[in-house]
């Protein structure tokens, strides 16, 4: 963990106190343990960046937050180690959500798989061989052709089939 701020820091952060680097007064330190919007990089601000990093980290330690305390028990290591507890637990939380998806996920793939293997066992039952279904459509759908030495003329039935013929018999 990073040393907690020196006492010239501290001095820093207090109303009404200015910095080398600061040109002309540290305002942010005015209005509530230093803000965001400060016209020019405070010395201060550059220390910050040196032990925390990136500004996000410093707003979530209420470090230059306007909201932040400006008061001098305020420290980096206390404040550090509070975020660090927070990440540790939200850690937490994102491995049993991580372990709950792989749950999820694996019952999913055996869902599947098992489906595969139904729609195959059915396919295998319900298949057979392609020629043998192509050839009972054609002998379906064909007439017989009968060969030229076949074909007649159709001979009328002269048989009497006790109707009526129309000759008055």
């Known amino acids: 963990l990073p040393p907690p701020p020196s006492a010239a820091a501290t001095a820093a952060r207090l109303p009404g106190r200015t910095s080398p ?4 007064g540290n ?3 005015a209005n509530g343990g230093g803000c965001l919007k400060v016209p020019t990089i405070s010395w201060l601000w550059k220390q910050t960046m040196k032990l925390m990093g990136p500004a996000a980290e410093a ?3 209420g470090g230059r937050n306007r909201s932040g305390p400006a008061n001098s028990s305020w420290s980096w290591s206390s404040c550090i180690s509070q975020q660090q507890q927070l990440e540790l637990e939200q850690d937490g939380e994102d491995v049993e959500e991580k372990k709950k998806k792989k749950k999820k996920k694996k019952k999913k793939k055996k869902k599947k798989e098992e489906k595969k293997k139904k729609k195959k066992k059915k396919k295998k039952q319900k298949k057979k061989p392609k020629k043998m279904l192509k050839m009972k459509r054609k002998k379906q759908n064909r007439k017989p052709k009968l060969k030229k030495s076949q074909k007649k003329e159709p001979v009328e039935d002269d048989r009497d089939d006790g109707g009526y013929d129309g000759d008055g018999d």
């Open 21 to 24: 680097d600061d040109n002309g």
């Open 59 to 61: 707003d979530k330690c």
């Open 27 to 29: 305002l942010g330190a």
